[in-house]
């Protein structure tokens, strides 16, 4: 399974996952086959991503997993440690990591 951009979908693609709305509305179930019509609306409604079986798309990015990506950003944000709003800043971005963990 992937998860994709929904910019990147093309019809015959199926959802691994439920599409829902950002009140959780299912709008799309799993096994849904993806048609131009369906893609169309899921973008006009908002929906940015979406899980479909498989891994049709070649992202040439290799996806890490959420413990890969903190490492990283522990990293990135070492040299900086000491000053509160580089601190901030690293939350902010750990924060939105976990959130998109979720949605997955």
Do not use: W, Y
Request: net charge neutral.
């Amino acid at each position: 399974m992937q998860r994709i951009s929904i910019d990147l979908a093309t019809p015959g693609m199926k959802l691994a996952k439920p599409v829902a709305n950002d009140r959780g509305i299912v709008l799309c179930g799993p096994g849904s086959e993806l048609t131009e019509e369906m893609i169309t609306r899921l973008s006009d409604m908002g929906i940015k991503r979406i899980t479909v079986e498989g891994h049709p798309v070649d992202t040439s990015d290799v996806e890490k997993s959420l413990g890969q990506q903190i490492d990283e950003l522990q990293t990135r944000f070492r040299k900086v440690e000491g000053d509160p709003l580089m601190r901030r800043i690293k939350a902010v971005f750990l924060e939105r990591l976990r959130e998109r963990a979720n949605e997955e």
